[in-house]
């Protein structure tokens, strides 16, 4: 009987062990959001902050596409999960754009943020791009877009 009770106290010994050790393995991240907004190439959130930049060719009615390139920083003290990016033409505040007289958001398409989703660590950052690209209206006068300053509104969480 004592050789049966030293192996239910080693078994449950390693039980206990092995819970311990996977226990200390254990991943976590916080959840975030954040906003920003490009043309003055900076907007911040409570937890990510987002910058951009917007090259490429002149907007004309299907002519060449721009290219934004955006940062989704994590300025806080823990891991951030970054699981979307969502880019729009609006105000900075995610509202609709119209600013200028005769040219809209209706005017441009905006194509798919490419990223890698993924945790960010304090301090850590993740770049991707999108394309933006003004559309032909038809029977539309869209002049009013001639030398428009386009405002993109990035949203992060």
């Not at 206990?16 to 190439?41: D, M, Q």
């Not at 398409?109 to 690209?133: K, R």
Request: some cysteine.
């Amino acid at each position: 009987m004592s050789q049966a009770a030293g192996r239910k106290k080693r078994i449950i010994g390693t039980t206990v062990a092995l819970v311990a050790i996977g226990g200390g393995a254990a991943f976590a991240y916080w959840t975030a959001t954040g906003t920003g907004n490009t043309t003055t190439a900076a907007g911040t959130s409570a937890n990510f902050t987002v910058t951009s930049t917007v090259a490429g060719a002149p907007l004309s009615p299907n002519g060449p596409t721009q290219t934004a390139t955006f940062t989704v920083t994590n300025p806080g003290t823990g891991v951030q999960k970054l699981s979307t990016v969502a880019v729009t033409v609006a105000a900075t505040d995610g509202s609709a754009w119209t600013a200028v007289n005769g040219c809209s958001a209706a005017d441009f398409t905006v194509g798919s943020p490419n990223f890698t989703a993924t945790e960010i660590p304090a301090g850590g950052e993740v770049t991707g791009t999108v394309t933006l690209q003004m559309i032909d209206r038809p029977g539309v006068n869209q002049d009013g877009c001639r030398g428009a300053t386009v405002p993109l509104h990035f949203s992060a969480s």
